[in-house]
């Protein structure tokens, strides 16, 4: 046996998603015709700048009051419970998009969606925030201040006519910054 054998990667976490995750509504945290529905939405590249068709975006978030809900139904859309939390995968163009509520602040943060990114390539989901634009609290938000300056913008949605536009750049020069979490994957 002359045949030498070469290591392989680990696994990847997709490009799977659209067999078991995808449920009902998973991406309207409240129904469009809400009265306070603003949508959040944007398009998902990797480190060449093309889209990824692929991908699977989470959304957690506090209600208006920035009160984080903790009950048990997530997956249950009744249009009036709101829990914080939603999936949407990409499209074919890579974009998704969100029907929610405007997060408000909470301990001493400014308003943010928590945003959890699942795509092929990657050996485990990265974590981010998408930060409101329009709002005082940013210049003291502690992990904004944590960042370089020229870093934190990719942490700041954009406002258009219908809510917030949020870009999430894998890799490259306007990577965004993505976040660790003591005792997470891989770290101690």
């Known amino acids: 046996m002359g045949t030498s054998l070469r290591p392989t990667p680990g696994q990847t976490v997709g490009p799977f998603f659209g067999f078991a995750l995808p449920f009902l509504g998973d991406h309207e945290l409240v129904p469009p015709s809400h009265p306070d529905a603003l949508r959040l939405h944007g398009t998902v590249y990797d480190g060449d700048g093309a889209t990824v068709p692929d991908a699977l975006i989470e959304i957690w978030q506090g209600d ?49 969606f928590a945003l959890t990114v699942f795509a092929r390539g990657l ?31 990719t942490l700041v949605a954009v406002q258009d006519d219908h809510g917030f536009v949020f870009d999430v750049h894998l890799q490259g020069e306007a990577e965004t910054v993505f976040l660790a979490f003591p005792g997470g994957p891989g770290r101690r």
């Open 123 to 153: 050996l485990d989901r990265l974590f981010t925030r998408a930060y409101l634009p329009d709002n005082d609290a940013l210049g003291s938000d502690p992990l904004l201040g944590s960042l370089p300056a020229d870093r934190r913008g």
């Open 64 to 112: 208006p009051a920035g009160v984080v809900v903790r009950q048990p139904g997530s997956l249950r859309r009744d249009a009036y419970s709101f829990t914080g939390w939603g999936r949407c995968p990409t499209d074919a163009t890579g974009h998704y998009a969100f029907s929610t509520l405007r997060p408000g602040a909470a301990a001493g943060c400014a308003p943010f």
